[in-house]
């Protein structure tokens, strides 16, 4: 036999069983991370927005007004997802430009206008958008609610919210429009299902979340709750009302309402974003 040629096959079956044993042992080390052991190639990351049921659905206000909702617009943009090492609190402390992280990407980079109220009764979180990332846990979220640009059906505002609320034999047509620019750093959605994890050919989602009880209480919730005791409600709004119509912006409102009432509804704007129950922080 030619020396040569054994000597070919002797390398080439060592290459192998050296490649295979690499193969095997990084299998190995990478079971017990889902994410990492994904992070070949790319996937699908989905944005979605949660008005709750609160929206969809309607609810009773913490003063017995009966709430629902034709539209609810928000001004969304600048969503930012992150995957950031260990376990990410939010803070207002932080600045965007100093946040280690060592992924991210861009979901919304033009202002886009959600519906909040769009759907049936029992319709699933509006998908705003998706986007084509590298797998692994996205733990961490940048968002804004900004002011419309003249173009936008929202022009000069953050928020319309359009309905009708129901009290005895009363029933006032509102049209609440407010431009409250806010920017939100959020971590880890708090929910029943964790979200936010990608991997390779599972699409993973990250929600942004409105809590529109911050505003108005809720009256399945006792009174001496901090939602229903921070919460502006509705009946200072149906003050404001006129023949049974209320169509309100927010230098009316800063105008018109309390000094009290005024506190009321700022901290309950800033407050209204969560990601599920998890908390966000406003930062500069």
Request: net charge negative.
């Amino acid at each position: 036999m030619n020396r040569n040629l054994v000597k070919f096959n002797t390398i080439a079956l060592l290459s192998l069983t050296i490649v295979s044993c690499a193969d095997s042992e990084t299998a190995e080390n990478n079971n017990g991370n889902p994410a990492v052991a994904n992070a070949q190639g790319s996937a699908t990351l989905n944005l979605v927005a949660n008005g709750e049921d609160f929206v969809r659905q309607g609810f009773v206000t913490k003063d017995g007004w009966t709430m629902n909702f034709d539209r609810l617009d928000v001004n969304l943009a600048e969503v930012t997802a992150y995957q950031i090492d260990g376990v990410f609190e939010p803070s207002e402390t932080y600045t965007l430009d100093g946040l280690e992280y060592q992924e991210t990407v861009s979901l919304v980079d033009t202002p886009q206008v959600v519906d909040l109220a769009e759907g049936e009764a029992d319709a699933a979180p509006i998908l705003v958008t998706d986007a084509e990332v590298t797998p692994g846990f996205y733990n961490a979220m940048a968002w804004q609610i900004d002011t419309a640009g003249a173009d936008s059906p929202l022009a000069g505002k953050t928020m319309v919210m359009q309905g009708t609320a129901t009290k005895d034999d009363r029933t006032i047509n509102f049209d609440i429009s407010l431009n409250r620019p806010i920017q939100y750093l959020c971590g880890e959605y708090v929910g029943e299902d964790r979200k936010g994890i990608v991997k390779t050919g599972t699409p993973g989602e990250v929600e942004t979340t409105f809590h529109f009880d911050h505003i108005f209480g809720d009256a399945e919730t006792s009174p001496d709750e901090a939602i229903n005791v921070d919460a502006l409600g509705f009946e200072p709004l149906a003050q404001l009302a006129s023949n049974d119509s209320l169509t309100i912006d927010d230098a009316t409102l800063t105008q018109q309402l309390s000094a009290e009432d005024q506190e009321k509804l700022t901290k309950a704007v800033i407050g209204l974003d969560h990601v599920g129950e998890g908390h966000c922080a406003v930062i500069e």
